[in-house]
């Protein structure tokens, strides 16, 4: 069975840092791109950033470059998302997730972060 | 950066109707495009992948079709496990961008 868990979550103040983790199992990890995808609450789902096999390739969306990197560690079977300079507007519950193909077909049970003071 | 246009927000349906749901992409992509069910409180679920790709254990009430820049999502015989937000993604380019989300209520 493919399971993805998320952890690292929390409550944090603008401006500080969080680093998000994902263990997956149940399948070879380093053969997959991997995703985080995020919802604020009461919105829909936004698409933060995705990383190639190797990590040789990442993607973000403009909204975190520069202040968000993924990373994954595949001796780990491990993902995951450095955030710094966080904003109120980061609140959201991640998931992470990933790509058989190019589609998103297993996703984690997401991790809260919320950004206040 | 590939713009998602997805109707309806919301609508309301019964048990045993048929529901089409609309995604429009603000460019031409290689049908690489999929549709999620996301329940509440809940992780998103794959449907279906590739426009019209049924995802291994969804039930095949649920279809995709579509091509170029216009995607549907149809629920015949529409079944109270369904009651749900649907959100359509592209995956052709990146950022891989999200519809609004349709709520079937």
């Known amino acids: 069975e493919v399971q993805l868990v998320e952890s690292g979550g929390g409550l944090v103040q603008p401006g500080g840092s969080l680093r998000l983790s994902c263990a997956v199992s149940?399948?070879?990890?380093?053969?997959?791109?991997m995703s985080w995808v995020r919802q604020a609450p009461g919105r829909g789902l936004e698409w933060v950033a995705n990383?190639?096999?190797?990590?040789?390739?990442?993607h973000y969306v403009d909204s975190v470059k520069g202040r968000f990197t993924i990373s994954r560690d595949n001796a780990k079977n491990s993902l995951y998302l450095q955030m710094s300079s966080l904003r109120a507007e980061d609140t959201a519950v991640y998931y992470c997730?990933?790509?058989?193909?190019?589609?998103?077909?297993?996703w984690g049970q997401g991790t809260l972060v919320t950004v206040s003071s | 950066d590939i713009q998602m246009t997805q109707s309806p927000s919301s609508l309301s349906a019964s048990v045993g109707d048929r529901v089409t749901i609309t995604c429009r992409t603000s460019?031409?992509?290689?049908?690489?495009l999929n549709w999620y069910q996301q329940k509440p409180g809940r992780a998103p679920k794959l449907l279906i992948h590739?426009?019209?790709s049924l995802q291994s254990g969804v039930p095949s009430r649920f279809s995709g079709s579509g091509s170029g820049t216009d995607f549907t999502l149809t629920i015949s015989n529409l079944q109270a496990e369904d009651f749900a937000t649907y959100y359509c993604?592209?995956?052709?380019?990146?950022?891989?961008?999200f519809g609004g989300g349709t709520k079937v209520e």
């Open positions: 997730a990933l790509a058989a193909g190019w589609e998103l077909a297993y």
């Open positions: 990383i190639k096999q190797d990590g040789s390739d990442e």
């Open positions: 460019q031409t992509i290689n049908n690489y």
């Open positions: 993604q592209q995956s052709d380019s990146a950022p891989l961008t």
């Open positions: 149940g399948l070879t990890y380093s053969t997959y791109w």
């Open positions: 590739d426009a019209s």
